[in-house]
């Protein structure tokens, strides 16, 4: 049984780009959430999407959105890279959203931007 | 706002000694805890969670009791193992979403 998985696994690109990161979650999940982790610090939250929809948003501007197909797969786009946006990119799978379901998170995805 | 704080590392310990990393948040309601590791490398793993006042989560020789009276979450294990060398995230749940400490990174010396 797979686990959450990501691609890609590092990538690089500069200012102004966009960039698409993508997540399949673990079988059997329909929920996926994604977080954004600074180096040395914990994981903040994005968002997460449930049923093709967006459900909830941390505090992140729109230049994060996301996506989420019928297969339950998620993509994360972020729009008009700063340098600040370099970080480790987790996303993380579910049943469900109640909030004491145990999510299961991929390895991630570590974007730079220079 | 909710918000979890946890002690800043590295903590380092020899072999077989105690461990303790404390963890404190605060909520309205009532959220569910959870502490979680990353091994080098690697994702997130959920270590073990508590979802009301007073139970106490295990997991691997890890226990963790939610105290609601000192709005409290400390991880402790008896005997730690070289192989406990991670960094370790206490995390709360209120509306669905998960907020986390920054993190304790552990080395365990042999």
């Known amino acids: 049984d797979a686990g959450v998985t990501q691609s890609p696994t590092h990538l690089i690109k500069t200012r102004g780009q966009q960039v698409t990161l993508r997540c399949s979650p673990k079988s059997g999940h329909d929920t996926v959430s994604w977080y954004q982790q600074a180096l040395g610090q914990g994981p903040q939250f994005i968002f997460q999407?449930?049923?093709?929809?967006?459900?909830q948003r941390g505090n992140f501007p729109d230049r994060f959105s996301g996506h989420q197909f019928p297969n339950y797969s998620s993509e994360l786009n972020v729009n008009a890279l700063l340098l600040g946006d370099s970080a480790l990119y987790l996303c993380a799978s579910s049943l469900g959203q109640l909030r004491y379901n145990e999510q299961f998170f991929g390895p991630g995805t570590r974007l730079t931007v220079l | 706002g909710n918000s979890v704080t946890q002690m800043e590392g590295p903590v380092t310990l020899s072999e077989e000694a105690f461990l303790t990393i404390n963890c404190t948040y605060t909520a309205t309601g009532y959220p569910s805890l959870f502490w979680y590791v990353q091994y080098p490398g690697e994702g997130l793993q959920l270590l073990l969670k508590?979802?009301?006042?007073?139970d106490k989560g295990s997991n691997k020789g890890f226990e963790a009791t939610y105290r609601k009276e000192t709005t409290s979450f400390h991880l402790e294990k008896g005997s730690v193992q070289v192989s406990d060398s991670a960094v370790y995230f206490c995390a709360l749940t209120g509306s669905d979403k998960i907020i986390f400490g920054k993190g304790t990174r552990l080395h365990i010396l042999p």
């Open positions: 999407y449930y049923e093709e929809e967006e459900r």
């Open positions: 508590a979802t009301k006042a007073d």
